[in-house]
Nanobody, 125 residues
């Protein structure tokens, strides 16, 4: 059974940083493209970042480009999201996702097969 477990969320002041982690089990982690999505109250799920199986290819939403960094450690079966210069627009539940499609990366939520339960990020102004 596949499990994706996010951690690292919490309360941070605007301008601060957080590092999210996503621990994967029950799958061959290096065989999956990985992504981060977020959902704010009353809004749909929004793409944040995606990373290829090797970690060489990365793609970001324009809203986080230059502030967030996605990375993965295939030896530890873990995905990361380093978030810097946080602002109130970044406040949401953050989800990690794993996809088995034969793609390098993908921004489409529908192309991911497994999802974590989410971790809350709250930014105070």
């Amino acid at each position: 059974q596949v499990h994706l477990v996010e951690s690292g969320g919490g309360l941070v002041q605007a301008g601060g940083s957080l590092r999210l982690s996503c621990a994967a089990s029950g799958l061959t982690f290096s065989a999956y493209i990985m992504g981060w999505f977020r959902q704010a109250p009353g809004k749909g799920r929004e793409f944040v970042a995606t990373i290829s199986r090797s970690g060489e290819s990365k793609y970001y939403a324009d809203s986080v480009k230059g502030r967030f960094t996605i990375s993965r450690d295939n030896a530890k079966n873990t995905l990361y999201l380093q978030m810097n210069s946080l602002n109130t627009d970044d406040m949401a539940v953050y989800y990690c996702a794993a996809g088995a499609r034969p793609l390098s990366t993908t921004t489409s939520a529908g192309r991911y097969d497994y999802w974590g339960q989410g971790t809350q990020v709250t930014v105070s102004s």
